[in-house]
Nanobody, 122 residues
């Protein structure tokens, strides 16, 4: 069984910083893409940032220049460094990982973290 455990959320004032972490464990052969979505009350879940197995990064236009995505393959962990935070960033943040569970698998399965709350006050 695969689990993704998130940490690092909390309450911060506008202009502050947080670092979110997401660690995958369990039956893992390899991990392709990892990343983060967020969802604010009354809004749809949207992609914030993603990183491929080859290291290519994608960011939502609303966070470019303020958020940095990185990963530690040895620890099966992805990080989201969040700076210059705005009240509009307030949301639940969900990490994901596309995981091959055994050698020879041709299709990855997507797993999700439990979500962590980020609240930015004005």
């Amino acid at each position: 069984q695969v689990q993704l455990v998130e940490s690092g959320g909390g309450l911060v004032q506008a202009g502050g910083s947080l670092r979110l972490s997401c660690a995958a464990s369990g039956s893992i052969f390899s991990i392709n893409a990892m990343g983060w979505y967020h969802q604010a009350p009354g809004k749809q879940r949207e992609l914030v940032a993603a990183i491929t197995g080859g290291g290519t990064r994608t960011y939502a236009d609303s966070v470019k220049g303020r958020l940095t995505l990185s990963r530690d393959n040895a620890k099966n962990t992805v990080y989201l460094q969040m700076s210059s935070l705005k009240p509009e960033d307030t949301a639940v943040y969900y990490c994901y990982a596309d995981i091959y569970d055994r050698r020879g698998s041709s299709r990855a399965n997507r797993y999700w973290g439990q979500g962590t709350q980020v609240t930015v006050s004005s």
